[in-house]
């Protein structure tokens, strides 16, 4: 007999007394994710929700804010009892973008989540068999697709209403709580509703004798057990088979069962669905690449949620997540009768991330949170601009062209940053009318280089010999490296080709970058050019104020600090500013500072650490004016650094060469070699 805290009365006053939970798989992933704190945000123009539980973790989910809202808004229509209680959920995409590591961080936050004994699965097992007879040496039966012990309290009695009378009177459930419990109610599985029979008949009837027959236990979380979160990868046509999913008749079970009308007989366990079966995830992997019949156990299971194995049946309870890529995918849709089992999935279209800024986060995935090192077991340092020039060359191969903007207003409007004169609104029709093409690939983010392929270029960029014997992964080199990817990888000559032109518009950015590095390097300051920027659009604030003085004095409150400044505003150096970004007229001169205005109206109110230095026409031009104003002109600076003949220019090169190692992240090794970039002529725009 199981001791008191074993028992199914215990179980039930639990949870009559909230201190365990009876609901479906669904109901579970809902309420874990609706648990976490839900933020507004705003993604290539459009409201969106970010759900902060897919955000923890040292190595989370980045970006996908759509397909994790498609998700949770599926699972949180299954919990209310809508129609995609009946669907699988598909992610579809191209290779590389993250549908698998989306789903396994889910069933780990999942596993997690079931850890906590409030959240905690249970099911129920069948003791002292042998002396009911008909099992052999079978002592005890656990059942198969770990059930729970209230789906055995609906099933106590062959009677329904005398079910709900013992949960009315024996454990003190109101109607409504045991019509909430209904709700969930399915039937036992085969053997368990067999087993419970075979005891009833042995002890007459009497439920306290039947009730020393079963014993509660909590559903084991053991990943590797593959319980409550399964995965299935497609196997190859011959090896793959309905057994792997359903399971078979066990020929040790035949040995002791002497009646062929137990079910027991079938092992469900020898299958994965069997296994997550009690609330929990299965995750089909590429579930399209299943041969057919394969694919035709999932409608039936995906349909009916039972696992039918001879005409006999065991409910499951288990959210259906699978990935599959485009081509595979458009294989299986092109043949028209297999159109049963896409209607049964709720397919979510995978793109890949758009945003530079949140690629450096996934780029930082790539390039490895581990401390790397040569061949020769000497730590290799990073250059501090390599996650930059690495994410903005992948990204931008991820975005299509289009009339309306160029590849970096797209860029930078993807990432939520200012883009001249073209607004957020711009970019949403674009991807509004790049998404009414059928052809999914021609999607907004859905074609270019993706995790993978940065991975291997990175990978590459480790293994070359400049990089072993500088002891640096230098940044420029990952242009090289990314060249090599795109060569031998891509294989359509269209793709191949917008790919290149891709890199050197990365490389041209990555140049504007280094002009402003160096002008840092020069001024011996990490944010020379980020102050002088806000000096320029502090300016063209203050130089219509009223309390603005002969002197050209303007004091203001600085958003960042909320300190009284005093700032000089000088008008020579606010034209040389604008001649530089090509303003000619007053007009246009005024229709840009109005810009600007509004720009900082907008932006201080949200973020006071908003500095403007994602405009990058308006860093250039200050970047060129100080060059110009401070060194005759950044031609000059190239010449000293250069020829460093004389002591002047050597003393030079060696202070911006400090300058960099000290406060600028720089190793001796990358900081030559960007000096020697800036004064070459390369991927000058």
């Not at 294989?331 to 028209?336: A, T, V, W, Y």
């Not at 029709?429 to 059928?438: A, G, R």
Request: hydrophobic share 35%; aromatic share 10%; with cysteine.
């Amino acid at each position: 007999m199981p001791n008191n805290s074993k028992t199914l009365q215990y179980h039930l006053q639990e949870v009559k007394q909230g201190n365990r939970c009876f609901e479906n798989a669904f109901q579970s992933v809902s309420r874990m994710v609706l648990e976490s704190k839900i933020e507004k945000v705003v993604v290539n123009g459009k409201t969106t929700y970010d759900f902060s539980i897919f955000r923890e973790g040292s190595k989370h989910v980045i970006g996908m804010y759509d397909e994790i809202n498609s998700f949770v808004s599926y699972v949180k229509d299954a919990a209310e009892g809508g129609s995609s209680k009946e669907m699988a959920f598909v992610l579809v995409g191209e290779p590389g973008n993250g549908k698998t590591f989306l789903v396994e961080f889910l069933a780990a936050k999942y596993r997690g989540f079931l850890s906590i004994d409030k959240n905690r699965k249970y099911t129920f097992k069948f003791l002292n068999l042998d002396k009911v007879g008909n099992y052999g040496k079978i002592n005890t039966i656990e059942s198969q697709t770990y059930e729970d012990p209230m789906i055995l309290a609906m099933s106590l009695f062959e009677n329904p209403d005398q079910n709900k009378e013992y949960l009315a009177k024996q454990i003190g459930f109101s109607d409504k709580e045991i019509d909430q419990l209904y709700d969930n109610y399915r039937p036992l599985g085969a053997c368990s509703s067999y087993i419970l029979s075979d005891i009833r008949n042995y002890t007459d009837g009497n439920m306290d004798e039947v009730l020393n027959y079963i014993e509660i236990i909590p559903v084991p979380l053991t990943e590797s057990l593959g319980t409550v979160t399964g995965k299935y990868p497609a196997k190859d046509k011959i090896t793959s088979s309905s057994v792997d999913l359903l399971g078979e008749e066990s020929i040790q079970r035949l040995l002791h069962i002497t009646d062929t009308n137990n079910p027991y007989r079938f092992d469900l366990r020898r299958g994965a669905l069997a296994r997550v079966a009690g609330g929990g995830i299965h995750f089909s992997d590429e579930i399209y690449k299943n041969k057919k019949d394969l694919v035709q156990v999932y409608l039936g299971v995906i349909q009916n949620r039972n696992i039918e194995i001879d005409g006999y049946k065991w409910p499951i309870d288990t959210l259906i997540v699978a990935t599959s890529n485009n081509s595979e995918f458009h294989r299986f849709l092109s043949e028209k009768e297999e159109a049963p089992i896409v209607d049964r999935c709720r397919i979510c279209y995978v793109s890949h991330n758009t945003n530079y800024k949140l690629q450096g986060e996934l780029t930082g995935y790539a390039i490895g949170s581990e401390t790397r090192t040569t061949l020769n077991q000497e730590n290799l340092h990073q250059d501090p601009n390599l996650n930059y020039a690495s994410s903005i060359a992948v990204v931008l191969s991820r975005l299509p062209r289009s009339e309306k903007l160029t590849p970096v207003e797209t860029m930078k409007l993807a990432a939520g940053e200012v883009a001249g004169e073209k607004s957020i609104k711009t970019l949403a029709e674009v991807i509004d009318t790049l998404n009414q093409d059928p052809e999914i690939i021609n999607r907004f983010g859905q074609k270019g280089l993706g995790q993978r392929n940065l991975g291997r270029a990175i990978q590459l960029l480790i293994e070359s010999s400049e990089t072993n014997e500088g002891e640096c992964m230098f940044a420029y080199d990952i242009f090289r490296s990314l060249d090599r990817i795109i060569l031998d990888y891509v294989t359509d000559a269209n793709d191949r080709a917008k790919y290149l032109e891709d890199l050197k518009i990365a490389k041209g950015l990555y140049r504007e970058r280094i002009m402003t590095e160096m002008f840092n390097a020069y001024m011996d300051e990490p944010y020379a050019i980020r102050k002088d920027v806000m000096n320029y659009v502090n300016m063209i604030i203050g130089i219509d104020a009223e309390n603005l003085g002969p002197d050209k004095m303007w004091k203001y409150k600085d958003p960042q600090t909320a300190e009284l400044k005093a700032l000089k505003i000088d008008e020579r150096y606010i034209n040389s500013v604008e001649e530089r970004l090509g303003l000619k007229s007053e007009e246009q001169r005024e229709s840009f500072r109005t810009s600007i205005r509004k720009i900082y109206g907008q932006k201080i109110s949200v973020d006071p650490d908003y500095d403007f230095m994602d405009n990058l026409e308006l860093v250039k031009a200050v970047t060129d004016v100080r060059l110009k104003s401070d060194i005759a002109g950044a031609g000059s600076l190239i010449g000293a650094l250069a020829n460093r003949t004389n002591e002047e220019n050597q003393k030079l090169y060696d202070r911006m060469i400090a300058t960099m190692l000290e406060k600028l992240g720089y190793c001796k090794t990358c900081a030559q070699k960007t000096i020697e970039y800036f004064c070459t002529q390369e991927d000058e725009k």
